[in-house]
């Protein structure tokens, strides 16, 4: 009889701990398929599986995530939405307003993420003040990079304005080397778009301009000398750019052929594949101006059902932000951790570098969101401008046309 | 029983494929429709606001050139590969010697697939790597062909690649309809010592005109549907210089997250596929009814 109680409580008391203590399950919908992105992915795989949890891995295939979004649209729409999903920017807030994103804030409290992180990419891991969304990384956007032989054989320091760019690119361009390598595609010349926007109309200018979408900051006069500098810099691109991949830009740049590039910080990863070293083989600044432009990689948390599938979310957010992740995947990937209380002894000169602007930038208010990368505005209104801005740098639009065009473009995409 | 089933079994053999169809096809249009009069962006919403994501259409410049660019493109890939398919199939009909190996040589692009044919064209026409490049390594150092650069002639590029890859099956579709004519009238115009190409431009060619009608159908829609041939050659650029509806439709789509829009430019794209499809349906049945 005694015993027969005794095994009936400990049957029992097994039931509870296991019901307690579901295995954590997680399904996690990424776009990372390349192959230092995969080693990435897998970093998290292991410490998620280390921790007893079951991971279901679904990679959809293409760089800019459009096959991902069909995919996750799918399984929304069928109500059977995975438990993390690869999302950036305005998106996030997109997917949240059509109530299918989770609150993960206990996770985010627990973890003292609010102190962690920066700010501004802090507000976009919120939806209405809630925790929906775990960064996973921060690229830098507004970089130029070189070919420190081609600039020590010209004489040419870093510039530091967009007139000393001008400068040093004419001196090239005089000796017969291109001095601006750059691939004409859409989003490319966005790129280059915002690194130009941001030096010109500052900080501020660029906030009212392209998260605000101010009409007054849209049609002033620095905006016009925004695509001014455009068609300078439409100069300086061979003639042979239209349709290149920005990897086949930044080779030109390593092969001596091209000075310069103004592209992510994912071009460092490019050279570094190549086996070269920053600040002897090629060199790396901030594009000329105050303030620093961010894409930042982040996982939302849907809406699940199941005891697993939450333990599932709660510990993959806990293990995203967590130090030994966001070091080890962002080593990796080329960019640098989101938060900030991390030790970068082991990353490279230019994320070092990366590291102290976003401190610094964080710290002065201008610590700002790509528009072209999907950070600062919603894929309609980033559209509406990228047409504007790489019909004007195909074409021979004046620049007074262009502001008239970025204008009327916007107020039609809302 | 039997009696019943004998009348019934093409009906209920066939019932299955045409609810699919009414549902796939005539249902799905049904639902575009709807949600181009709504403001759908990320997902589809279904409160109707009326015409608004027409009036934002018309309103976009990318639009335009997408629009305009379909009937440029159009109009000279139609035109052009009709005429140039004829004149290869009236060229074949001379019965030359190894016609066969010929008929292959033309008709062989149409094997390959649209992706192929832009890639291999986008090869050939980048100036710094093609046409210009190896003229230019001959020692003619001014030649120029730098069109798949230029906005305003990129276009040309894509009627030039589409050209090369229908124009094959134009004249196989031609040659088919030449060689259908009644040999007997024409052996009758030549004892009448009337010339070869009057003996073509009088009878041959206008009893043809079926033919011609199949060839325009088959290439208006390969137009309005092209897709695949921009995004290998140009991907859409310069800039937007060479979107075709079709382009616009998917980067609304899929990039943008602006269903409502996007529904409302394949709702055009519709629109223009019935105005050249409906005018020949209804010549069809009417003249079977007649």
Redesign the interface.
């Known amino acids: 009889m005694n015993t027969y109680v005794t095994g009936a409580v400990s049957a029992l008391s097994m039931i509870v701990a296991t019901s307690a203590l579901a295995e954590p399950t997680a399904e996690v919908l990424h776009y990372w398929t390349s192959g230092g992105e995969a080693k990435s992915v897998a970093v998290l795989q292991k410490e998620f599986a280390d921790k007893g949890g079951s991971w279901t891995d679904m990679p959809v295939a293409g760089g800019?995530g459009?096959a991902a979004?069909?995919a996750l649209?799918a399984r929304?729409?069928s109500g059977n939405a995975p438990t993390a999903v690869q999302l950036k920017g305005p998106?996030i807030q997109?997917?949240y307003e059509?109530g299918v994103l989770a609150d993960i804030s206990s996770v985010a409290e627990a973890n003292d993420w609010e102190t962690v992180l920066p700010a501004s990419i802090a507000g976009h891991m919120k939806c209405e003040g809630t925790w929906c969304a775990a960064p996973v990384n921060v690229h830098r956007v507004d970089w130029i990079w070189a070919n420190a032989e081609v600039l020590n054989a010209n004489g040419i320091e870093m510039p530091t304005t967009w007139d000393e760019f001008n400068a040093a690119a004419d001196k090239l361009q005089e000796a017969g080397i291109i001095p601006l390598a750059h691939g004409?595609?859409?989003w490319q010349?966005a790129t280059i778009f915002e690194a130009v926007a941001l030096g010109i109309l500052g900080p501020d200018g660029y906030h009212k301009a392209f998260v605000e979408l101010d009409n007054e900051t849209l049609t002033s006069d620095a905006m016009i000398a925004v695509f001014d500098q455009m068609r300078t810099l439409r100069g300086y691109v061979?003639?042979?750019?239209?349709?290149r991949d920005w990897n086949l830009a930044t080779s030109m740049v390593m092969n001596g052929e091209a000075a310069f590039q103004i592209m992510g910080d994912w071009a460092k990863g490019e050279f570094m594949a190549a086996g070269k070293v920053p600040g002897e083989d090629f060199l790396c600044a901030s594009a000329p101006g105050e303030g620093f432009l961010y894409n930042v990689d982040s996982f939302a948390m849907f809406d699940v059902d199941g005891d697993d599938k939450k333990a599932g979310q709660e510990l993959l957010a806990e293990l995203v932000v967590g130090q030994n992740f966001q070091k080890v995947f962002n080593l990796n990937k080329g960019s640098i951790p989101a938060r900030t209380d991390v030790a970068l002894d082991e990353f490279d000169d230019c994320a070092r570098l990366s590291a102290d602007d976003m401190q610094a930038s964080s710290d002065s208010d201008a610590l700002l969101p790509s528009y072209a990368h999907g950070m600062a505005l919603?894929?309609?209104q980033?559209?509406a401008i990228t047409?504007v801005v790489?019909?004007h740098?195909?074409?021979d639009m004046s620049s007074a046309d262009a502001v008239q065009?970025l204008a009327?473009?916007i107020a039609?995409?809302m | 029983m039997i009696k019943w089933l004998e009348e019934n079994t093409p009906k209920l053999v066939l019932a299955p494929s045409f609810i699919a169809v009414l549902i796939f096809v005539y249902g799905f249009i049904a639902w575009t429709a709807w949600v181009s009069l709504t403001r759908s962006r990320l997902l589809p919403k279904y409160e109707i606001e009326g015409f608004i994501q027409y009036e934002r259409l018309f309103a976009s410049p990318r639009w335009e050139t997408a629009f305009g660019n379909l009937f440029v493109f159009g109009t000279l890939f139609i035109v052009i590969a009709m005429v140039l398919g004829l004149a290869l199939a009236i060229l074949l009909d001379q019965n030359i010697r190894t016609e066969g190996a010929i008929r292959t040589i033309y008709l062989y692009p149409m094997a390959l697939s649209m992706i192929v044919t832009g890639t291999a064209w986008k090869w050939i026409l980048n100036p710094g790597l093609g046409l210009e490049a190896m003229v230019r390594g001959w020692g003619f150092e001014n030649f120029t062909f730098d069109w798949l650069v230029d906005p305003d002639k990129a276009i040309f590029t894509i009627v030039l690649a589409a050209i090369w890859q229908s124009s094959g099956f134009v004249m196989a579709l031609f040659l088919a309809g030449l060689r259908s004519v009644d040999g007997e009238i024409i052996k009758a115009a030549q004892v009448d010592g009337i010339p070869t190409w009057r003996v073509y431009t009088a009878i041959i060619i206008p009893a043809m005109a079926p033919i011609f009608l199949s060839a325009f159908i088959v290439l208006s829609h390969l137009a309005v549907k092209s897709f695949d041939l921009v995004i290998a050659l140009t991907g859409g650029g310069p800039g937007y210089a060479t979107d075709l509806p079709a382009t616009y439709m998917y980067a609304m789509a899929f990039s943008r997250g602006d269903i409502g829009q996007a529904a409302s430019s394949a709702m055009i794209m519709m629109l223009v596929v019935f105005s050249i499809v409906v005018p020949y349906l209804y010549s069809e049945l009417r003249s079977k009814d007649g």
């Open positions: 800019g459009d979004m069909t649209r929304v729409l998106a997109e997917w059509e004409g595609q859409a010349d061979d003639s042979n750019f239209s349709g919603r894929g309609a980033a559209g047409d790489t019909a740098f195909n074409s065009m009327d473009g039609n995409s």
